[in-house]
């Protein structure tokens, strides 16, 4: 121990609670075991009630950690209230909340059905908002808390060959709503920061499929996608204290894709 220096902090959320939104797969189920390890008490919600309960099973057994499944369409108000108080009633506390939960199109901007644009920004901005405003809630009353939003590249550049305009424009959104309630809820010591993925092989990004090598894949410095456990590190760090001081940050993790 070197004369006036503390130790940092370490990456650990042991005797915290975190609710993962769409945690049963992909990147999502990623974030749900990394936090467990981590030594958090997970909440998995999503729309698929029996999925995210067999995730949480199987993620309990192997991390011992209390780690509970949850009927939760983010969109919904009463739905989002409902996993924080299950969060509170199973574990006692609410300390990190990781909104996941997305969905995209491919479609040319012509061809956009009006159903099609909402139900992303429903889903993609409407409930980070609301997840947010009602984890944020408790966290006021319970001394802080951390919100780690899931956006994208996407958020900062137009991806090719695939046109999704609602989704780009959505990420964007997640990305300024991220600084925004991070400037307001930094004195209610709420830090609020984003993780900006590049491609990472999930069933929302078909990474193998031939037609998007030359430009997912070939046109990126590292030339591969992600897989969902090298993005899950950035998001144990930004819901820890080991990342006290920051808040409002978008951290990309693309293998370098945004570089060109
Ligand atoms: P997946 O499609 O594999 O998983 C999405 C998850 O979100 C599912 O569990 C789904 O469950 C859930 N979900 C969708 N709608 C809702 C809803 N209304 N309420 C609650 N849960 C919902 O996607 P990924 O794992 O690839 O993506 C996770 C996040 O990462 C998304 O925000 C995505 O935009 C982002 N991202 C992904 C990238 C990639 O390359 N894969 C790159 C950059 C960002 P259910 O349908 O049962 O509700």
């Known amino acids: 121990m070197l004369d006036g220096l503390a130790d940092p902090p370490t990456p650990s959320l042991a005797g915290r609670t975190a609710v993962v939104t769409g945690g049963y797969r992909g990147l999502g189920l990623a974030f749900a075991r990394a936090l467990a390890q981590a030594g958090a008490d997970v909440v998995i919600g999503a729309r698929d009630e029996g999925a995210s309960r067999a995730a949480a099973r199987l993620l309990a057994e192997e991390t011992g950690r209390r780690v509970v499944g949850t ?19 199973a574990t006692g506390r609410l300390d990190v909340l990781v909104n996941n939960a997305g969905v995209c199109y491919h479609r040319p901007a012509l061809e956009v ?6 139900s992303v920004f429903d889903i993609n901005v409407k409930g980070v908002w609301l997840m947010s405003q009602v984890a944020a809630r408790h966290f006021t009353t319970a001394g802080g808390g951390t919100i780690v939003n899931i956006g994208s590249i996407s958020g900062q550049i137009v991806n090719r060959p695939q046109w999704q305009p ?17 400037a307001e809820w930094a004195p209610f010591g709420i830090r609020v920061n984003a993780v900006a993925p590049g491609y990472v092989r999930t069933e929302m990004a078909p990474v193998d499929e031939p037609r998007f090598r030359s430009r997912w894949i070939d046109d990126a410095p590292m030339r591969r996608a992600a897989e969902p ?12 204290d080991a990342s006290s001081f920051m808040t409002g940050s978008v951290v990309v993790a693309d293998g370098g894709y945004t570089l060109f």
């Open 113 to 118: 059905p009006d159903e099609e644009f909402d």
């Open 166 to 182: 609602a989704y780009n424009a959505s990420k964007a959104a997640v990305h300024q709503l991220t600084k925004s309630l991070a």
């Open 229 to 240: 456990e090298e993005i899950a590190p950035l998001v144990v760090f930004l819901a820890s």
């Open 71 to 89: 009927a939760l369409d983010v969109t919904r108000r009463e739905d989002a209230e409902r996993a924080v108080a299950t969060a509170v009633e």
